[in-house]
Nanobody
């Protein structure tokens, strides 16, 4: 069983920055890719970013490319999402997820375990 806990969400003004963390426990974190997804208000869940194991390959949704950075620290079993130049349309509940594969994927069905979500609100 895998347990994922996100932290770091909150309220930020447009143009600001936030960093999300996701701490994993359970099965061997270092064998699997990790992803970030989000669910904007009233919309479907969407892919944000993914990182393979051990962290050499990263992939981003076009909407966040150049503004968001995904990273992972394998010894501490933590994955991060640094979000810069935030826009109101980035407001959502953000979820980290652990894949069943070591390679990255933007498909939610490839992820076995999910965190509880962290609220990010971008508003002036």
């Amino acid at each position: 069983q895998v347990h994922l806990v996100e932290s770091g969400g909150g309220l930020v003004q447009p143009g600001g920055s936030l960093s999300l963390s996701c701490a994993a426990s359970g099965r061997t974190f270092t064998s699997y890719a990790m992803g970030w997804f989000r669910r904007p208000p009233g919309k479907e869940r969407e892919f944000v970013a993914a990182i393979n194991y051990p962290g050499s390959i990263k992939f981003y949704a076009d909407s966040v490319k150049g503004r968001f950075t995904v990273s992972r620290d394998n010894p501490t079993q933590t994955v991060y999402l640094q979000m810069n130049s935030l826009k109101p349309e980035d407001s959502a509940v953000y979820y980290c997820a652990e894949s069943r594969y070591s390679s990255i994927s933007r498909q939610a069905d490839d992820y076995d375990y999910w965190g509880q979500g962290a609220q990010v609100t971008v508003s002036s």
